[in-house]
């Protein structure tokens, strides 16, 4: 029984389906003391869908899996099941069988109509088509040239269902040719590519149980997993607890494994040349099941594949194509490759054979000189650097940190007596210690970064160093040069299914060894033309091994369907309380300026739906003179009144689209209607989208109250600052979780928008979005004449969230060198299976992390490398693959650990455990915790990684931040205690601290102080002819304030420039442009363009701070008296308050605790 396997179940909560993230995921944080986690049977989430099996077809064709969607549940309806009556989208230039059109009664439209539901035995089920396919129940769209029924009263007709009509995928031949887009380069044109399986899929319905309100025991204050031990003794950071194996039913199609074989796999042999000795197909305790071995082509038949990923002893396997999953593994026709293999991280593979081993460059090469084997034999001579764990050595052995002098890493500090930590400039992170050409080929730490370079060999080590060990990534950030590749080949491990990185190692010129599972893999014949050279026989020199990031172009073996068009749904609150904010002049101003710059192309659909105690549609049917609103008052049991004319071609209905946006603002002004219908707009939304999928955009402004989803008020503001723990940090309903999952199995992530002054349960309605892989903008005290500040900040948010590159249909997939496994996830996602993470929209503000252990020993090898692919859906409509590969070093002592530390990554990791530490447990355990990780690492420090002892509180100088870094966190509005904070607010600050990306969430953190008021150019730098300073960060202490000077907060979202009293009025003047101090307005928050030297260099700075990061971050100038002092103060985390210690008390603590 794999303990592996169930431990991925285990984030999804004891008892729960394995369809969760966030903060019901983490095992490390919901142990019981004294037994394995999650010991309850877990019921296999029927998100999980069946394995596919590789099946014959005719050349040419493109067979994509039935994926239709059936509101209001899930579903994958495969060839030759029985469907509910459907209605189907005809393609241009076929013949249209009869649609059926609901007749209102003959009188004139009117503009505004009230809809009855139609007699329907099933609503409209979704279903694509491939060409040469016998026709099943397909899609919900209505073709060109089809009538669309008037606005008018819908009576209920006799009928089943409406007729149907089909929609026919492409008839392409093959797909787009091969060409490397790299500047000034021709194309490279290609053969056919391969047909991809036809696809067949079982129920994938979503239903995901109510939630315990009752937390689950914690041990101990530490974020240790399962043991009682006395608090500030130990955290091994990354073990996976024990954990049991869920229970798995499937009652269809089957094939029936072994109880002591990985289910659904067969067992490899070897390759052609010098094969490896017989690798083990058995699970051994510890390994992850589901994940085994596979057969060489010419042994015998393939295996039958399955990348569901949860199987246990004499489970029924079905042999059906599973989407996402299987398409990331690399969806491929078995007759021309031998089966995939969908890699289990930390799966354990025996150690190769000694002539895999040791691959060393022949004699006549030098001994590591990079970039310097010879390969044996080819039609070319060419060189590579070798990169095996053999070749490493010797670079390696060098370059170990027991010196004669330390590394400045390791330079002992005693924190007591050193104030100044802070550098100058932004903190960098550590640089692996690999040699110089392998460094140069490894990914940037803005993208992928690891808590510790130097990894540890094995968990014992771990443990004893009491650091975390985990990967925080920014996976689709916007990059300016990012390589592009096109090719009908991509070139992969046929065992785990990495992708060809710049650290595997060429044995020739056609082997190459995988750097993760070390199998040695064959060159396709493709791969040895190099299009930016345009020469022959040279594949180390290909784009693919010349950089660490890189996007393929991916053919069509990684498409289950047609790629979607951009669809954009925009939902919006429009009750007395919504229209009182002013809010819908600004989003419908901000959509009508920015309507062009929505991601697309000529297909791009786009629908509005508002809500009140009703929900009203809006027909935008070209043709139409002007939008008619449809209004569906039966809330409970919510219907789309005209499925095929609500969502529309963006280019083709341009202009109603304008006249709604311009004239939805007035349309309710009047309004007296204050109750609020979230739940049943939402309801709407999904079956509005399921048949594409897409973006759904809501905005809302009060607490949900009528209809499913409607909650009550659960704050007591009396409580906000004197209780130590705060309670309904948890969903007070299930129903935004489970129509989440549904959502997120119909490629529909959620954006939520509140907009509110008053407790609207942020930690309920927060789910949408959870886990739709969608993401939550917070406005408190939204008004437009109250608070122009955040009139101005929703502007520019929208500005750029409307414009903003985005992904759609996407799944990420994180692999690691054997020995090592990932067992949490954080961030905005569901978990689909043990690695796979369903993204329906992936944007370039979002950022995960993971935390990983160390399963195997990692004796043998001198570098580990983690690789995560990104696979998703264009707004262009192609799909791609984005793929980060990061190399770090193997390390066997304590004091190399610590060298390698990255005080930020482990700060960022720190922040989400105790983030899920509060909602499955409590704040003061997560508080506790965090105090609890300084006090252990500096321990371990001073046991273990210092070489003479000192007096004092002794902390290696890459970690001289981490005390610092925790007191600001125990004081950040997600955990601090003793100081009134909304609980909208302290959700919100939570779910920033697991989503965002590490650069933005650090700001967030420990903001950056500089003093403004005495800028100079000394220092500056210089960015595209103009001068910013680099004034000195400063310590976050009111001693560092001065009545004479000015200066300015960063704290990510929000800039403060602080002005004091007797501050000089060159500064009032020339920077501000007002007369004096007491002349300065409340609300300032703009500086005027003035025509001075001391005006140019405040902006230039400014201006460079808001463009390092997406969003726009508001300024607020505030005096010594502005009632936004005290926001500004609440920053100054060095300084003691009523209820938290200072730092340097702080210090003493940890003094105290490490010492003992």
């Known amino acids: 029984m794999s303990n592996t396997a169930a431990g991925y179940n285990s984030q999804n909560g004891e008892g729960k389906p394995p369809c969760s993230n966030g903060p019901i995921q983490n095992p490390v944080m919901t142990q019981a003391p004294g037994q394995g986690y999650n010991t309850a049977a877990v019921t296999m989430h029927p998100q999980h869908m069946p394995a596919k099996a590789p099946l014959e077809q005719p050349a040419g064709q493109y067979h994509y899996g039935c994926y239709q969607s059936a509101p209001p549940a899930s579903m994958y309806q495969g060839p030759g099941q029985s469907a509910p009556p459907v209605s189907v989208y005809q393609g241009p230039g076929q013949s249209a069988p009869p649609v059926s059109v609901y007749q209102g009664p003959g009188q004139s439209t009117p503009p505004v109509s009230m809809y009855q539901r139609p007699g329907q035995s099933a609503p409209p089920v979704s279903v694509y088509q491939g060409p040469g396919q016998s026709a099943p129940p397909a899609s919900v769209y209505q073709g060109p040239g089809q009538s669309v029924p008037p606005a008018s009263v819908y009576q209920r007709p006799g009928q089943s269902a409406p007729p149907v009509s089909m929609y026919q995928g492409p008839g392409q031949s093959a797909p787009p040719v091969s060409v490397y887009q790299g500047p000034g380069q021709t194309n490279m044109t290609r053969p056919p590519s391969r047909p991809l399986q036809p696809h067949q899929g079982g129920s994938a319905r979503i239903a995901a149980p109510a939630q315990s309100s009752t937390p689950p025991p914690v041990s101990s204050n530490s974020f240790y997993p399962g043991s009682q031990i006395p608090p500030h003794s130990h955290w091994p950071y990354g073990t996976s607890p024990p954990m049991s194996q869920p229970s798995v039913g499937s009652p269809a199609n089957h094939v029936t494994s072994a109880p002591s074989q990985p289910s659904g796999y067969g067992i490899q042999n070897s390759p052609p040349q010098g094969p490896p000795a017989p690798l083990n197909s058995s699970v051994q305790p510890g390994q992850p099941s589901g994940y085994g071995i596979q057969n060489s082509p010419s042994q015998g038949p393939p295996a039958p594949l399955n990348s569901s990923v949860q199987p246990v002893p004499g489970a029924e396997r079905a042999h059906i194509h599973n989407s996402f999953d299987a398409l990331e593994s690399g969806g491929r026709n078995a007759a021309q490759h031998p089966p995939q293999m969908g890699r289990a991280v930390g799966l354990s593979y025996p150690s190769l054979p000694p002539g895999y081993q040791n691959m060393a460059a022949p004699p006549s090469a030098p001994g590591m000189q990079p970039r310097s084997q010879p390969y044996p034999a080819g039609a070319q001579s060419f060189q590579q650097a070798p990169l095996g764990p053999a070749q490493l050595g010797s670079a390696l052995g060098g370059m170990s940190l027991h010196q004669s002098q330390p590394p400045e890493a390791l330079r002992a500090i005693n924190l007591l007596q050193e104030r100044n930590l802070l550098p100058q400039g932004p903190v960098t992170p550590p640089v692996p210690c690999l040699p110089q050409d392998l460094q140069r080929l490894n990914c940037s730490p803005e993208v992928f970064r690891c808590t510790l370079t130097n990894i540890p060999q094995t968990q014992s080590l771990l443990n004893k160093a009491k650091l975390p060990l985990g990967l925080l990534l920014h996976p689709f950030r916007d990059m300016s040069q990012l390589p592009v590749v096109t090719s009908s080949t991509i070139v992969r491990c046929r065992s785990c299914r990495t992708y060809i990185n710049p650290f595997v190692t060429f044995l020739d010129q056609r082997r190459w060894k995988c750097n993760l599972c070390y199998r040695v893999n064959e060159v396709p014949e493709e791969f040895m033309y190099n299009p930016v050279s345009r020469s022959y026989g040279e594949p180390h020199k290909r784009p693919e091994v010349q950089n660490p990031t890189i996007e393929f172009i991916a053919p069509s073996e990684y498409m289950l369907r047609p790629p979607q068009p951009a669809v954009y749904l925009f939902v919006l609150d429009v009750s007395h309380n919504a229209v009182e904010t002013g809010y819908l002049d600004t989003v419908c101003q901000s959509l009508l300026d920015s309507l062009s710059l929505l991601p697309g192309d000529t297909r791009t659909k786009i629908g509005f739906i508002t809500f009140d105690s009703t929900v009203h549609f809006y027909n935008l049917q070209e043709g139409l003179s002007q939008p008619q609103m449809l209004v569906v008052s039966d809330i409970e049991d919510i219907f789309i009144p005209t499925p095929d004319s609500l969502l529309v071609n963006l280019s083709e209905c341009k202009e109603l689209v304008q006249d709604l946006l311009k004239g939805l603002p007035q349309m309710f002004t009047r309004t007296l209607e204050t109750q609020c219908a979230l739940g049943p707009a939402l309801q709407a939304a999904f079956k509005l989208l399921s048949p594409t999928g897409g973006r759904v955009s809501v905005f809302q402004t009060q607490l949900p109250s009528v209809g499913v989803g409607a909650l009550k008020s659960r704050e007591d503001p009396n409580q906000r600052a004197s209780a130590k723990d705060i309670p309904h940090l948890t969903p007070a309903t299930d129903f ?421």
């Open 736 to 1156: 935004y979780k489970k129509l989440a999952l549904d959502c997120s199995g119909q490629q529909i992530a959620v954006d939520l928008f509140l907009l509110s002054g008053q407790y609207c349960d942020l930690a309920s309605l927060a789910c949408i979005s959870k886990y739709s892989a969608g993401g939550v903008h917070y406005y408190p005290s939204y008004h437009h004449l109250h608070n122009p500040a955040q009139v101005e900040q929703l502007q520019r948010d929208l500005k750029r969230y409307i414009s903003r590159k985005i992904g759609f249909e996407s799944v990420m997939r994180v692999r690691c060198t054997k020995g090592l496994s990932i067992h949490t996830f954080h961030g905005n996602f569901f978990v689909r299976s043990t690695d796979l993470l369903s993204l329906p929209n992936i944007n370039p503000d979002s950022g995960f992390a993971v935390q990983m252990s160390i399963e195997e020993n990692l004796v043998d090898m001198q570098v580990v490398s983690f690789q995560a692919a990104l696979l998703y859906t264009s707004s262009k409509g192609e799909r791609r693959i984005r793929v980060h590969t990061l190399c770090l070093p193997v390390v066997n002592s304590m004091a190399d650990i610590f060298a390698g530390a990255d005080v930020q990554a482990i700060t960022g990791l720190l922040a989400s455990m105790a983030v899920d530490r509060s909602v499955t447990a409590s704040l003061s355990d997560a508080r506790d915790a965090l105090v609890n990780a300084a006090i252990d690492s500096l321990r371990a420090y001073r046991s273990g990684g210092l070489s003479v002892q000192q007096p004092g509180l002794v902390a290696p100088a890459c970690l001289r931040l981490l005390p610092l870094y925790v007191v600001a966190l125990l004081k950040q509005k997600a955990f601090r205690t003793g100081t009134s904070t909304r609980l909208d607010e302290r959700v919100f600050a939570m779910c920033q601290l697991k989503y965002q990306p590490l650069a933005y969430l650090m700001l967030m953190i420990h903001p950056a102080l500089y003093r403004v008021d005495n800028l100079t150019d000394e220092g500056a730098i210089s960015i595209a002819d103009r001068t910013i300073p680099q004034p000195a960060i400063l310590q976050l202490s009111v001693e560092k304030l001065s009545r004479d000077g000015s200066f300015l907060m960063d704290s990510g979202s929000v800039l403060y420039l602080w002005v004091g009293r007797n501050c000089a009025p060159n500064f009032i003047t020339q920077v501000l442009g007002v007369p004096n101090y007491t002349a300065i307005p409340q609300t300032m928050t703009q500086l005027p363009e003035l025509d001075t030297a001391e005006s140019t260099r405040t902006r230039a700075f400014i201006s460079w701070l808001r463009e390092q990061r997406p969003f726009y971050p508001i300024l607020h100038v505030i005096r010594e008296e502005s009632p936004l002092k005290a926001s500004f103060m609440q920053h100054m985390v060095e300084d003691r308050t009523e209820s938290a210690l200072s730092y340097y008390e702080f210090l003493l603590h940890l003094q105290q605790q490490v010492n003992k």
